[in-house]
């Protein structure tokens, strides 16, 4: 858990933890933002597993940046998802930061998003941590 605090630290400041991750696990085939509130931003994100076996529990941050390489933030993958070798999962944050309302104004292609896995549990109990 700290390590997980300490990567959402990181990603805040320096934008995105770039040692001992998996950039490869998953994908974000697709994403969208609506406003549910003032100030309030709904983030929506299908990821899609390269993994070769199905994942049983995950830590890792999905990240968004702009066209310019500018930071828009990170989201936390859901800790607890089965995701299917091959399969897609689709994350709802239903309250993301308030920053996150920069995906409202901006177009899609001037978003550029990436995963980060710090560690995942295989269903067949078998750990890694990158």
């Known amino acids: 858990m700290l390590r997980f605090l300490?990567?959402?630290?990181?990603?805040?400041?320096?934008?995105e933890a770039s040692a001992?991750?998996?950039?490869?696990?998953l994908n974000v085939e697709n994403w969208s933002a609506k406003s549910v509130a003032e100030f309030r931003v709904q983030v929506s994100m299908?990821?899609?597993?390269?993994?070769?076996?199905?994942?049983?529990?995950?830590?890792?941050l999905v990240y968004f940046r702009d066209a310019l390489d500018g930071d828009i933030g990170s989201l936390p993958v859901e800790r607890d998802a089965h995701i299917?070798?091959?399969?897609?999962?689709?994350?709802?944050?239903?309250?993301?930061?308030?920053h996150?309302?920069?995906?409202?104004?901006?177009?899609?292609?001037d978003v550029q998003t990436h995963v980060?896995?710090?560690?995942?549990?295989?269903?067949?109990?078998?750990?890694?941590?990158?």
Do not use: H, W
């Not at 299908?46 to 890792?60: H, N, Q, V």
């Not at 980060?116 to 990158?130: P, Q």
């Open 20 to 25: 001992g991750c998996n950039k490869e696990l």
């Open 6 to 15: 300490l990567a959402i630290m990181l990603g805040s400041v320096a934008g």
């Open 100 to 109: 996150f309302d920069r995906l409202l104004k901006l177009r899609k292609q």
């Open 46 to 60: 299908d990821l899609r597993s390269t993994a070769p076996k199905p994942i049983r529990i995950i830590e890792g």
């Open 84 to 98: 299917p070798v091959g399969g897609s999962y689709t994350r709802v944050m239903k309250s993301a930061p308030a």
């Open 116 to 130: 980060c896995v710090f560690a995942v549990l295989y269903e067949d109990g078998t750990k890694e941590i990158f």
